[in-house]
């Protein structure tokens, strides 16, 4: 692996968060003083050296140590400059991390000359602490300091559209504070430190492109100012700047929206997320100066994934040629958050005292352990196959509102598919775009939404479209069986592929037989109602010699696998299933999943009714809705007959959604009966979603029945999903447990 030489005492490094700015509240932020940095600077540098960081970011101060103009007092940095110079880490030190004193402008001419006045002071008093050469960042983050307190007023100085001003003030400020550095240090070094962002052009609007290519090109100013690139009058000059850090968080990447707050973050294993070892080096060939991660990570129990991930990245660059001379994990140590003081669990080290009563800081045990990994990898080489993408746990109301961005194009998609029978691929590529492919998914996966939550979204996706609803039933079902039964590597790579998974065990005659051989598995037989035929990966129930075993694809079938004349319905045309033949289909080893007899295993296997009910129970209400349009259109809204015929279909479709409800929690604790709960959910649903279509079909008349109106093709693709198999069964189940003796109700 290609290592560039490098200033740094070590490749790994730690950073104390040591923001100093004022809120609109009024108050000021003071990290250091919150976690107790400065009081125990000793103990922190002596954790971190023996975590293998020795060269950390920390800062001072400025608003603490120059409280009246022209008047500098370093008693509040004397413990962490110290503690620095006695420990031998090395430190780069941030000058200016959003704080500065409260008689100053930052809009003001005299700003730059009063920060270049400090920073000189600032430079001799560092330089009497250090041992070799003096590190130093001027202003930390220009870029995002200039948006939030010069574009949405967040901080000081609490200006609205005034951001690229402030930029050029920040700039200019740092400028003037490096030469001014110089001429009493000539051997100080800079340290840049700013965002690394990707903004993302919505395909949806694009009279917003040359919106989004501009925010996105405005995060290289800063830095385009500093290196005399961008207004030159300011003073920037390539020998100013040593090395250029980079800031990366999981909020780096976004689709562009023109409301802030409604932007689409994006996740590593989004299919258009942009690879961070790839932006490394486009901004090496913009500059050609050395790179560090100056800040990276996350909170909670991601963090260890997000190293992972970041490391394998950042040495990916390195391999590949780019001068990457360090990874920075910030903030290394827990603190309260800006805002509202609440817990942000993102450092390596917590709060003093939980450790011991001396005051020692306890390490998070995973991301302690993910550290030592990298650091080997760092080292060595880098493993063969990269982690898993990491991934922020999602809210359901997050991941609906991701839906909702999907749903006009599975909402104008589905009439044309009804009409030709096509597989909804656009839909598809608009819930793979959107990244709810992984719903449903472990934390560092996916978006961990489970029970209640998992039958939510898919009752919403019914609302929309019940073939894509029933096709994404499936997979979702398909990558619960994989987390449950398969391995890591399995469920990863399926995560990550952003294929569409299906799972098809119907079969005619003797079904699917698959038998071992060197080469893997040779199959015979066939499987019926394949929902997505060839555009989806299956999941494949088997006889096998040891029992039914499952096996996945590698890939997409052949279309001549498919007979798509078995498949000829009224109803649920665009869920495309077909039947397929698969004698002589061979399948690779590795391809098994758990073993034989998984597939059936309870209450997982009767237990899954619930998901697809609640997608049926989405389209009755879809039923209503397009009902209640038309009703709308002809005048008759408000008619009684009306109104109590649709009250007696949305009281229905209601207690049928909590009984569903009820089911999934029965099956949460697996009581007794709580199957034979999910037969009564089967039969209560069925019963809700018929007097949905029927309350549809008597409100409308013919003239709402006819093609193209909405209540007719969404009445024929829920009266065909409601045939499931075995209904009668589920009935019957339901009547015998309520006969059954001691039976003592359904409470």
Known sequence: ???????FASFWMGGFECSTHRLRSGRRVDVIDATAHDRLAAQDYAALQSLGLSTVRDGLRWALIEWRPGEYDFSSAEAQVQAAQESGVQVAWDLLHYGYPDFLDPYSPEFAPAFAAYARAAGEFLARHTTGPLWVCPVNEISFFAWAGGEVGDFAPFAHGRGHELKRQLAGAAIAAMRALREVLPQVRFLLAEPLITVHRDPQRPQEWADADGFHASQFEALDMLLGRLYPELG??????????????????????????RRRVLEPADPEYRPLHELLAEVHGRYGLPLLLTETGTEGPARAAWLRWVAYEALTARAQGVPVLGVCLYPVVNHPGWADDRHCPNGLLDYPGTADQAGGRAADPSLAAALREVQRWESGE??????????EPLTLGAVLDRLAL??????????????????????????????????????????????????????????????????????????????????????????????VLGVWNTEEGAGLRAQRTPDGWQLEGN??????????????????????????????????RFDHAFWQPLGMRASVSARAELSGLSLPPGSEVGVGGDYYQQPDFSGGALRFLAAQLGGAEAVLAAARGVLARLGRHEDDVQRLRFAEAAAG????????????RRLARQGAGAL???????????????????????????????????????????????????????RLQVGAATLAEGFGGWS
């Open 1 to 7: 692996m290609n290592r560039p030489s490098s200033p």
């Open 236 to 261: 920037g000059s390539p020998d100013l700047v040593d090395a250029l850090g980079m800031n990366y968080y999981p909020v780096n990447q976004w689709v562009h929206h023109p409301q802030h707050g």
């Open 382 to 391: 880098l493993p063969a196959q990269a982690p898993p993408p990491p991934s």
């Open 406 to 499: 999907a749903a006009p194009t599975i909402l104008a998609e589905a009439p044309l598919r009804h009409a030709d029978g096509g597989f909804p691929a656009e839909s598809f590529a608009a819930l793979r775009r959107h990244g709810l492919l992984r719903a449903g998914l472990p934390g560092g996966l996916g978006y961990s939404l489970r029970g209640p939550e998992l039958l939510e979204l898919l009752r919403a996706v019914g609302r929309l479209s019940l073939p894509v609803a029933r096709l994404y039933e499936g997979h979702l079902n398909a990558l619960g069986l994989l987390e449950r039964y398969g391995t890591a590597r399995q469920l990863a790579e399926a995560a990550a592929s952003g294929a």
């Open 527 to 560: 499987k019926t109602f394949t929902s997505g035929a060839q555009f989806v990966r299956p999941l494949l129930p088997a006889e096998t010699e040891e029992g039914r075993l499952m096996l996945l694809a590698p890939a997409p079938l052949p279309p001549e």
């Open 653 to 664: 479709v209601e207690a049928a959604w909590q009984t569903v409800l009820e089911g999934e």
């Open 676 to 730: 034979d709960y999910v037969a009564l959910c089967r039969v209560v649903a069925e019963d809700a979603c018929l007097r949905a279509c029927e309350a549809a079909e008597r409100a409308v008349g013919a003239r709402g029945l006819l093609a193209p109106h909405d209540p007719e093709r969404l009445i024929r693709d829920l009266r065909h999903y409601l045939r499931q198999p075995a209904p009668d069964a589920a």
